[in-house]
């Protein structure tokens, strides 16, 4: 799951958070080994951030070069399958390095040579396995298979220009690894993967019928609206994948197994899983990948950083109702892996990280780090520099309160708290029902030099602060009146898109500037080369019936 698939996200828990309740339970009850005098530590932080995140259960797991040194469950059903999200494009280029290995794939041959029947246009230089991979093919993130047979992608830039995550290009490589190796994806994971490193539990594609596996999970209950951290969650149903860009299902105890191989690097005890030199192509740091942390690039399917002066290869995975992060420190020969059962829009990232560096004082025999600062959901950096009155187009305003490092919106009698949104910066979900389908966007105009924020827009609505300097009358194509409203896909990877006019550009959901081209596409510009892209058609009565989101149709809600 991407930005673009989450912008819409809208899900609390509340009786169901922490559902586990109390102590870690160890599965199988490892003996403490080398690391037992950091697992309090980690206990305590890992039930403080469940409450504070408001998410259901946690599993974890952490490993050494020697093998798993212990697996745990935070209120979640020990054992069950978590589905691991876009890990599973390390999988994959895994299986790929094998194939380099063997002669059979080329990295750097145009793709279409393999696999001719892409519905993508080629660039000046044709597109490669390794650009899919690094996630440098200057492709949106659609269906690789579009409702509309004659439909083409095509690169916005030259391969290699600039990162943009997609997972349409490794479910491409799916369909690549099961050309070249004679036989579906899953075989080609369990033979070349699972059963190596002794996976017996892992189940390479997720069907309906391994749904008694898996843990019971959430997603959110409203999936039309910005996402507070307490907003309401749904039990998920199950779901089916094969797209390999997200389809594996493990336990943390299979994922441990995982680790190790990572930490040595590919090296495992039935044999190498792939050559060292794969190995180091597949973890060379490409290109830049602030996604996944300002110093981060990719690799082939993993994502390559230093922490605290030490080699990480790290990943993340977002599924429906499951949130998941690896992180491995190369160097020091330690690993974790954390996923959460609901997704509500952000990664166990810190539970992985600070496992790393715990595991890695026990084993340097230094002090042990102490936990993460608490992150509460109102806390607003800098708060003062958002308050003030805002004054409305229609004679309606704003009033913006600041009280120490808390927002609100003050209405008549009544305050209603502000909550940080996940992303993007300067966004706020308004924590009352009135204002639940939109964020408030703050901006800084051409204000002057004592107010940093002198615009708020939400949804239509625009409003200036009186350092304000810029124009308060704004106009549109008389065509764009016939793009704004409420579009859904009941696909749960899209959901629900909402297009407002606001001064004097369209907006998706409110908080993602849409720039027009002469094509009658509209690109989306939260990344300043995003090829992610929207479309209008279908006119009935002045209101556009058809909504095209980089090549997956919406219907007017």
Not at 286 to 312: C, M
Not at 469 to 477: D, E, L, Q, T
Not at 522 to 544: C, H, K, M, Q, T
Request: contains cysteine; hydrophobic residues 40%.
């Amino acid at each position: 799951m991407d930005r673009r698939q989450l912008l819409g996200l809208g899900v609390s828990i509340g009786a169901l958070a922490t559902a586990g309740g109390g102590l870690a339970a160890d599965i199988r009850g490892e003996p403490a080994g080398p690391y037992g005098q950091c697992f309090g530590l980690l206990d305590r932080y890992v039930e403080r951030y469940l409450q504070e995140m408001n998410a259901p259960g946690l599993t974890l797991c952490l490993a050494d070069a020697g093998g798993v040194q212990r697996v745990c469950s935070y209120g979640v059903e020990d054992d069950k399958l978590f589905h691991i999200g876009s890990i599973t494009k390390s999988f994959l280029a895994l299986c790929l390095m094998q194939l380099h290995d063997e002669g059979t794939l080329d990295l750097h041959r145009p793709i279409r040579k393999y696999l001719p029947w892409l519905p993508f246009d080629e660039p000046a230089r044709p597109l490669t396995a390794h650009d899919l991979l690094t996630h440098s093919a200057a492709l949106p993130d659609g269906p690789l298979f579009p409702t509309d047979p004659v439909f083409r992608y095509r690169p916005t830039a030259a391969p290699g220009t600039y990162f943009h995550y997609c997972n349409m290009g490794f479910e491409a490589l799916g369909h690549l690894l099961a050309s070249l190796d004679g036989r579906p994806l899953a075989e080609s994971f369990r033979a070349r993967i699972l059963q190596p490193l002794g996976m017996t539990a892992t189940e390479p594609v997720i069907t309906l019928d391994a749904f008694e596996r898996i843990a019971t999970s959430y997603q959110a209950t409203y999936s039309d609206r910005p996402y507070p951290r307490r907003g309401p969650l749904t039990q998920s149903p199950p779901i089916a994948t094969i797209a390999g860009s997200g389809c594996i299902a493990s336990t943390a105890r299979d994922m441990g197994a995982y680790l190790t191989m990572l930490i040595n690097r590919g090296a495992a005890p039935a044999g190498r899983i792939v050559s060292q030199p794969a190995f180091d192509l597949f973890a060379h740091p490409y290109i830049r990948a602030k996604e996944f942390g300002p110093d981060a690039s990719y690799g082939y399917g993993i994502a390559v950083d230093r922490i605290d002066g030490h080699t990480r290869l790290k990943h993340t995975g977002g599924m429906v109702s499951f949130a998941s992060a690896l992180q491995v420190d190369v160097e020091a020969g330690v690993g974790a892996f954390a996923s959460i059962n609901a997704m509500q829009g952000y990664r166990p990232t810190a539970v992985a990280e600070y496992a790393l560096r715990l595991m890695r004082a026990c084993r340097a025999g230094t002090a042990l780090p102490e936990p993460p600062p608490p992150k509460p959901a109102l806390r607003v950096r800098e708060a003062a520099q958002y308050a003030g009155r805002y004054e409305g187009t229609a004679g309606h305003t704003l009033n913006i309160v600041a009280e120490g490092d808390r927002l609100y919106l003050a209405v008549r009698d009544s305050r209603m708290a502000l909550e940080p949104a996940i992303e993007p910066e300067n966004a706020f979900t308004v924590l009352h029902p009135d204002y639940a389908h939109f964020a408030l966007l703050f901006g800084s105009g051409n204000s002057d030099a004592k107010a940093p924020f002198a615009e708020v827009g939400w949804g239509e609505d625009w409003f200036a602060a009186s350092g304000y300097k810029g124009a308060r009358s704004f106009k549109v194509p008389d065509e764009w009146h016939a793009y704004a409203g409420h579009y859904r896909n009941e696909d749960p990877w899209i959901g629900s898109a909402r297009i407002a006019i606001r001064g004097g550009k369209l907006w998706l959901n409110g908080v993602v500037p849409l720039e027009p081209t002469q094509n009658g596409r509209f690109y989306l510009r939260d990344e300043p080369d995003s090829p992610e892209w929207v479309s209008f058609s279908d006119i009935v009565n002045g209101r556009a019936m058809r909504m095209r989101l980089s090549g997956a149709d919406l219907q007017r809600a």
